[in-house]
């Protein structure tokens, strides 16, 4: 069973600029999360999508918004990026919500905003 | 609010030697509680659950609600035991069904031979 896929691994944008990052779930996982991981905040939690719907939003900025797909797929945006948005974006999905705790993570997005 | 304490960026020991990595948290109704691991150039993944009261790979972790603690413990290192690794706790103040996970900052184990 392939594992949570991220897209780009990499990305460098520069200030201002917006970003799209995408994510696949394991096959049949319809709950996908996001996490910003950064060396001085470790990784906190963005958003939670089950079922297309935004279900939990973590304390980000309105600049981060989410989406998520009638196949379970979801992306993440962030418009107009500031230095500190320079971090890991990590995606886990997971079959439901909360029952097992277990989340399966991507290998995530490492983003550079110069 | 809702935290969870990892006081410990790094833990060395030796091989065979016990290891406690130390997780404390706040949380105002019941919790649940995790460890996720990060092996070198592996993802986060689950190692064990509080609720499934499971030992993996030999490592336990007992919740002690007097305490808010929730160390993980093994009572003997393997080289292949260092890692990087997450307390998290799960988000959801009343109990709800949430995959929002509240992490700590992490502990680099690292088991000298």
């Known amino acids: 069973k392939a594992g949570v896929t991220q897209t780009p691994r990499y990305l460098i944008k520069t200030r201002g600029q917006q970003v799209t990052l995408s994510c696949s779930p394991i096959?049949?996982?319809?709950?996908v999360s996001w996490y910003q991981q950064t060396p001085g905040q470790g990784l906190q939690f963005l958003f939670e999508?089950?079922?297309?719907?935004?279900?939990n939003k973590g304390n980000f900025p309105g600049r981060f918004s989410g989406r998520q797909f009638s196949n379970s797929r979801s992306e993440m945006n962030v418009s107009t990026l500031e230095l500190g948005d320079s971090a890991l974006y990590l995606c886990?999905?997971?079959?439901?919500?909360?029952?097992?705790?277990?989340?399966?993570f991507g290998e995530g997005s490492r983003l550079t905003v110069l | 609010a809702q935290r969870v304490t990892q006081p410990e960026k790094l833990l060395s020991v030796f091989k065979g030697a016990p290891v406690e990595l130390k997780c404390n948290y706040s949380?105002?109704?019941?919790?649940?509680l995790f460890w996720y691991v990060q092996y070198s150039r592996q993802r986060l993944q689950l190692l064990l659950r509080h609720i499934s009261r499971e030992s993996i790979k030999g490592f336990t972790a007992d919740l002690n609600k007097g305490e808010t603690s929730f160390h993980l413990k093994k009572p003997f290192a393997q080289e292949e035991d260092s890692a990087m690794y997450y307390c998290a706790l799960k988000g959801s103040e009343y109990g709800g069904a949430t995959n929002k996970l509240i992490f700590g900052t992490g502990t680099l184990l690292a088991v000298q031979p």
């Open positions: 886990a999905s997971s079959f439901d919500r909360g029952r097992t705790g277990e989340l399966f």
């Open positions: 096959s049949g996982h319809r709950s």
């Open positions: 999508y089950f079922s297309e719907t935004q279900r």
């Open positions: 949380y105002s109704g019941s919790p649940e």
